[in-house]
């Protein structure tokens, strides 16, 4: 018996102890990975586009901005139709993303926690806005709430303005912003399933409370994540905007809107402020997201872990 299983243990004649599987791992990683010409390449054309289409014109934004000083910079924010455009543009998103949060957060929860008919369809409307194109939804916008709408003449009459006004600029940012919370919390939520919710349940917890203290911790980083994106796209919206504002200058021109009115009245120097506040803001964005990453990289990897 001693002597089967020794001959059953021995290496093949023709096959050496350095011919095995672990021999056979360096030959493999070798095969599946990239030459050092080829890793060098792929890294000069990434960097070669990020300088070409992202780097280059952001520098090109500054440099025009501060063409003529800091003072004139300074000068360009302070006018007073330029002003009321960025308090317009924070007002809007204000009030857009936290809507759109709490939309979000609901959506995400019943797509990824229930089962319920047309469940494909909600989430196949949650990438609406993806598919089309902001002008189009600012034109439903005016088609719905218009003069010559069927909602149109009953606003009127009991004084209610949503076109040409904030609502209308509300509704119409929430509308082409409110996928981007939706969409980082389904993927994440449907990883950790619902196991966590079911014990919080059968402990004697409410929907509330296990919400509060199971849910809510779980999903908090994706959710932060979903709100910033949220927030640079509603503060740098132009398309639906452009279409319901009017652009009654001082009134509803945001941010966006104040760019291209300063720009066609050959006002560089002001256009190119606004842009590069308006390029501040989303770099502040991403930097914000990033210095939560490198801070808390073990707890968000655990939460998606989880």
């Known amino acids: 018996m001693s002597h089967d299983l020794t001959a059953a243990s021995a290496p093949s004649p023709g096959l050496s102890p350095a011919s095995g599987p672990r021999a056979a791992l360096p030959e493999l990683a070798a095969a599946t990975s990239e030459s050092r010409f080829a890793r060098l390449t792929l890294t000069i054309t990434a960097l070669a586009f990020v300088a070409l289409f992202l780097l280059l014109p952001l520098a090109a934004v500054f440099t025009e901005a501060l063409r003529k000083g800091v003072t004139e910079f300074v000068l360009a924010l302070g006018d007073a139709e330029t002003f009321s455009a960025i308090r317009l543009t924070l007002i809007v998103a204000a009030i857009a993303v936290p809507l759109n949060l709490v939309f979000g957060v609901a959506a995400a929860w019943a797509i990824a926690k229930f089962e319920f008919k047309g469940k494909a369809f909600l989430t196949t409307l949650i990438d609406l806005p993806f598919s089309v194109s902001p002008v189009i939804s600012g034109l439903v916008f005016v088609l719905l ?6 909602l149109g003449p009953w606003l009127q009459s009991h004084g209610i303005q949503i076109l040409f006004a904030v609502p209308g600029l509300v509704l119409a940012t929430v509308f082409v912003t409110f996928p981007f919370v939706a969409r980082e919390l389904i993927p994440l939520m449907q990883e950790q399933g619902s196991s966590d919710e079911e014990a919080a349940l059968s402990l004697g917890a409410s929907g509330w409370q296990t919400f509060w203290h199971v849910t809510l911790p779980n999903i908090k980083w994706g959710l932060l994540y979903g709100v910033l994106l949220c927030n640079a796209r509603a503060m740098g919206e132009f398309g639906a905007v452009s279409v319901v504002s009017g652009h009654i200058r001082g009134e509803t021109n945001t941010m966006p809107l104040q760019v291209e009115i300063l720009y066609n009245e050959y006002n560089f120097v002001a256009a190119f ?12 964005t991403l930097i914000l997201k990033t210095a939560l990453e490198i801070r808390y990289s073990a707890e968000i990897a655990a939460s998606r872990r989880h």
């Open 145 to 150: 709430f218009g003069s010559h709408s069927v």
């Open 273 to 284: 402020a606004v842009a590069a506040l308006l390029a501040l803001l989303a770099l502040i």
